[in-house]
């Protein structure tokens, strides 16, 4: 099978083919994530720490492997578009091995390293064998779920968008049905436990990664043999997009802790509140996030394919998009997040203070959208610092400066009006330095 060519065709109509697959799959995972956790709640409060200790960890091997990814679609998208379909096998093949070989060594390295890492994170003595019953389960499973990963990306660079969806749907609903049976031992079956939600994970990552492995072999996107000449070649032109990419994937999470940290100082029921609105918010936004997975490889396979006019169609599709579903999101945000905010927790402390966020900060979520479009494309184009710039731009030179500030004058509102700030005025700049550099005759 050749890959599916975004050069052609109408321009929305392929920007839907990319993102309505990626977008049920997407869904499918935040759906299962949420209600794992409402599982393990039923286990007990030191088992939801325990888990909530392993966050840090998860997002910091997560973003290395997106990085991986971003670096791999954008290197495969551009040879799809001139035609060099070896050098798409070749490369295909050559990040499933980075990736494989990277996570194998870091699962190791973190393995060895559970108790000194996460006694340093405040894990007391009782927490400490919940970590284990988790991570000795999960540490091994990590390849699994970041080979599954690339796959995915190698699959969308070449067009195709559906299988990865589905499959990520299908992997998603196993591992929800495995969960209760392992973690609780329902039908006679161990109580495992937290033990029995990473085992859960880890067939269901299991079946997910044969899937995809067997249907990139089979559809002339992997090498068969001879698989590793030129290795080092490729792996230099992946990190060279996938290092900046994983940098900036990593400033998220720093400074998620550092606001987190400010809001910690106004007492558990302002932070209680802020993670109730976060988990609203990454709904909302969800679909924002599988048009930024789908942006990429449309802008890679045109750009390569010395197809330009297409690009700025593609850019001026997508920004449009994230400004009407900005409007979209934030006035039922506005109205109901008192009420929506009251389905996951019945504090009024609480309800106060996500009802806030949600009045506020959904406004910005358009031009958050345009920044992601933008910092997506630069990856797509081989040009990734702009991309880290960006980011690194709006968390630390904009965005905790101001919440800080804001903060000593308004209290955690303040923080709030911060974030919404930042995404807007981050999203215009995004914007207009991505048409200055590659449009700057307008468009």
């Not at 067009?159 to 031992?185: C, E, K, Q, R, Y």
């Not at 492995?213 to 000449?229: E, G, Q, T």
């Not at 009024?348 to 506020?360: C, E, M, N, Q």
Request: with cysteine.
């Amino acid at each position: 099978m050749s890959a599916r060519d975004l050069t052609q065709g109408p321009v929305a109509g392929s920007l839907f083919r990319l993102t309505a697959p990626m977008m049920m799959g997407v869904s499918s995972n935040i759906l299962v994530s949420m209600l794992e956790i409402g599982f393990i709640g039923q286990l007990g409060t030191e088992q939801v720490a325990a888990v909530t200790f392993t966050f840090p960890l998860v997002m910091i091997l997560n973003s290395i492997a997106l990085g991986i990814g971003i670096g791999t679609s954008s290197v495969i998208a551009r040879n799809v578009g001139s035609g060099a379909r070896e050098e798409v096998k070749r490369l295909g093949t050559h990040a499933l091995l980075l990736v494989a070989g990277a996570m194998i060594a870091l699962s190791f390295l973190g393995w060895a390293t559970i108790d000194p890492v996460f006694m340093a994170l405040g894990a007391t003595a009782e927490v400490m064998p919940l970590i284990h019953s988790y991570l000795d389960i999960y540490y091994p499973s990590v390849v699994l779920f970041t080979t599954t990963m690339v796959a995915g990306n190698i699959m969308r660079a070449n067009g195709s968008a559906t299988i990865p969806g589905v499959v990520m749907t299908l992997g998603a609903a196993l591992h929800l049905a495995l969960d209760p049976f392992l973690i609780f031992g329902w039908f006679g079956l161990p109580r495992m436990e937290l033990a029995g939600a990473a085992t859960a994970m880890a067939i269901s990552r299991i079946a997910t990664v044969l899937v995809l492995l067997v249907y990139v072999s089979r559809n002339d996107m992997l090498l068969l043999r001879d698989v590793l000449p030129g290795f080092w070649s490729s792996c230099r032109r992946i990190l060279h997009v996938g290092l900046p990419a994983m940098a900036t994937q990593l400033i998220g999470p720093v400074s998620a802790a550092v606001i987190t940290r400010m809001l910690a100082g106004h007492g558990e029921v302002v932070v209680a509140g802020f993670g109730v609105a976060t988990r609203v918010e990454a709904v909302a936004v969800m679909l924002l996030f599988a048009l930024s997975g789908s942006i990429g490889p449309f802008v890679g396979q045109n750009w390569g394919g010395s197809r330009p006019d297409r690009v700025k169609d593609g850019l001026r599709v997508t920004y449009q998009f994230c400004l009407i579903w900005g409007v979209v999101a934030a006035l039922p945000l506005l109205a109901f997040g008192d009420v929506i905010a009251g389905w996951v927790d019945e504090s009024p402390g609480v309800i106060a203070t996500a009802a806030f966020y949600l009045a506020v900060v959904p406004w910005s979520y358009g031009l958050w959208g345009v920044l992601m479009m933008s910092s997506a494309s630069f990856n797509a184009l081989g040009k990734p610092l702009p991309s880290t710039m960006l980011s690194f731009t709006r968390m630390f030179i904009l965005y905790i400066p101001l919440a800080l500030l804001l903060n000593g004058l308004f209290g955690y509102p303040g923080i709030f009006v911060a974030t919404a700030i930042s995404n807007a005025i981050m999203g215009i700049l995004g914007f207009l330095w991505f048409r200055q550099s590659f449009f700057p005759r307008g468009g």
